[in-house]
């Protein structure tokens, strides 16, 4: 076993009263990986809590243990032996999950795959090169001795089918494959995964769509849409996410990167960034206090709206001259 897989089972087997947090906003991967965790500190015979700021969505309540992901609530205890953050690039990612608890915990497991990952905590076990956070669960599980259930199953390949799109992105390996395959074996729903992970989606989103579209803009390689409170409010759409609006607009073919900002009802702005290689939009997204992935970023900027935009536009150009000046180089 690694080093870094032996000490969290030692941390885990320590441990009586477990918090696991995953980011705000949550996708597939982290909501597969929340999940998939805590499903395997129960085999262990752990007691395991699971927050997460917003929640759950519906499309997601097939994951076993969907009810027990929670915002911060009086079920919380008010100690904890061990944090287990999963797909959190730093930890303000976690939120008020993280922010309000009312004693420090004595021991802090970070476990991601995001490159912009700042190695909080006491224990990293940081992969960029996975697809996925639940990607590395699996290989850790599969050390720790945790037999891959059906339930197990499930959590992970969500993780794995989300983040890569349906096995789409460019960090999809053949072992991306082989863990997806034995998944399937333990017992995972590969078509239920799929449409409710990735096809699904409320009106809201389409409304979304609709209105990110009406507002788009093309300039300089730079696709871009904005949509303000009051449009968002009168949609009903309460999520941070782009509803893959963003990774729409990063498929134009006159696009180098694209972003799509979201005005929340607490004035701050989040931003969705997207691109397709050669270009990267992760030091972009770091730059501007979020973090991410090279394909896949965002931040979260302070309002008003416009003067968020134009912070973006100007970036985002910037972004595209400087990287396109290093690829004629090559
Ligand atoms: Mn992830």
Redo the contacts with the bound molecule.
Sequence with gaps: MHPTEQAILTAVQQAENILVITHVGP?G??LG?ITAMGVALRQLGKKATLLCDDGLPERFNYLPMARQVQPPNEKRLTSYDLLIAV?CGDETRMGQSFATLPTAVPTIINI???VTNTYFGDIQLVVPEAV???EILYDLFRAMGVTITTDLAMCLLT?VV??TLGFRTVGVTAKTLRIASELVDAGADLPLITTRGLSSHPYSTAQLWQLGLNNMRLEDGLIWTKINNTQREAIGYNNTSTGGLVNFLGNVNQAAISAVLLEMDDGTVRVGFRCNPPYSVSELALNLGGGG?PLAAGCSLDGPLDKAEALVVAMGKETIRQQQSGFSED
């Design positions: 996708d991967d982290a990986s797909d991601d795959h995001h996925s956070a639940t993780g989300t983040d992935h």
